[in-house]
């Protein structure tokens, strides 16, 4: 009976567009801060990795914090609240007259995002039935992915037509559709049994998740010299537009992650997570080969197939392994591992390219990718998949 439990209610398609508007503004400034920096601020390159490395430090700094009140204050509470100072810092880049402005409208940017971002992902968590985790938080994913492709290519669109006041007001108005969205929730909360413990470090991590953060770190710490360094490769390999590997890689994603959350719910993790990352490996494989677009656009393919695969399993492994009342804390904790990898990775990798290549740093990663594999297999396969009672 529980296979047949309803996914797509209410509820849930509120908070996948929750998480639709939320992405798609943070997403706005990808690709156009930097140019605010140069261009009306007269900042440099250094500056630039400042403002964007800020926001990234903050948000981890934040994430087991926001995990701990999601789980000891409620769920809903806590994002508006934090939707609300994520509405206002946007609408506050109109006010960036200087770098030192901007810096500190970026580390509460990075704040905000910390808390909202896990927020809604605990929420969707709470949301999706227990017997389609797997499936719903594929189907929850997708709206990042989608807000990932429209986000940049939107505010671009913006930016070229009218100017950064436009952009960040818009920006403001896109993020203000999601905290609408959250208000429009069913209020609930999942934490009411939760037993009175000592505030300490597991108050705020969770222990039992430590090995798959192990390997969500791992995995995107590979994702670190895509984000990074695709677009300089995509110049070595005379590829006109370096924008086409994410879109084709969002494409990829968009039809994988589904698929792969049903074949987790039905038959467990080890199958999807062997094909996961043999196909991760193999896309980094293929970068290093590749000698133009053909095989660039194969890597991005291959990709999307791995990281489609291997993200959600993980989200919902980790939420199957602790009780309703701990989820907020197992969000907070992998996704302080995903962006500790994403930042570490660019750093680790930017020195690797700057000493080998471009190419052999993706051969590199493809042979990085063998250390979460190991650690999966050797402490989290042969552990029980299903919703802990």
């Known amino acids: 009976m529980n296979e047949r439990q309803s996914l797509w209610t209410k509820d849930f398609i509120l908070i996948c567009l929750t998480s639709l508007f939320m992405f798609t503004s943070f997403y706005f400034l990808i690709s156009t801060l930097p140019m605010y920096v140069t261009g009306v601020l007269k900042g440099s390159e250094r500056n630039v990795g400042y403002i964007v490395g800020i926001l990234t430090i903050t948000a981890v700094l934040v994430r087991p914090i926001s995990g701990y009140m999601l789980d000891t204050m409620g769920r809903k509470g806590v994002v508006v609240l934090a939707l609300v100072a994520f509405v206002a810092v946007t609408f506050a880049y109109n006010l960036a007259t200087s770098m030192l402005i901007l810096f500190l409208l970026r580390a509460v940017h990075g704040f905000a995002w910390g808390f909202t971002s896990t927020g809604a992902g605990t929420i969707a968590s709470d949301i999706v039935p227990a017997a389609r985790r797997g499936e719903g938080m594929g189907y929850y994913g997708l709206a990042g992915t ?74 995107n710490l590979t994702y670190g010299g895509i984000v990074s360094f695709i677009t300089l490769y995509a110049m070595e390999l005379n590829v006109a537009n370096a924008g086409i590997f994410f879109m084709v890689y969002g494409v990829s994603l968009l039809f994988v992650r589904p698929y792969a959350g049903k074949i987790f719910d039905k038959r467990g993790p080890n199958q999807i997570m062997s094909i ?114």
């Open 276 to 389: 996961g990352f043999v196909a991760l490996s193999t896309s980094f494989f293929v970068l290093f080969m590749a000698k133009g677009y053909l095989m660039f656009v194969i890597s991005a393919i291959i990709l999307g197939i791995g990281f489609g695969i291997i993200q959600p399993t993980l989200q919902a492994m980790a939420i199957n392994r602790v009780e309703p009342f701990r989820r907020g804390a197992v969000n907070g904790t992998i996704f302080t591992a995903l962006d500790l990898g994403i930042g570490i990775g660019s750093i680790l990798l930017g020195f690797v390219s700057n000493t080998l290549g471009l190419s052999y740093m993706y051969l590199i990663c493809a042979f990085i990718v063998i250390i979460p594999m190991v650690v999966f297999f050797w402490k989290d396969a042969k552990m029980p998949s299903k919703q802990i009672s």
């Open 146 to 219: 989608f807000a990932m492709a429209v986000g940049p290519v939107l505010s671009l669109y913006i930016l070229d037509r009218y100017d950064f006041n436009t952009l960040f007001t818009t920006g403001a108005f896109i993020s203000s559709l999601a905290l609408l969205c959250v208000l429009g929730i069913k209020s609930f909360e999942s934490n009411m049994d939760k037993p009175k413990t000592k505030i300490g470090l597991n108050s705020f991590l969770e222990p039992r998740v430590y090995s798959l953060s192990v390997v969500i770190f791992f995995v």
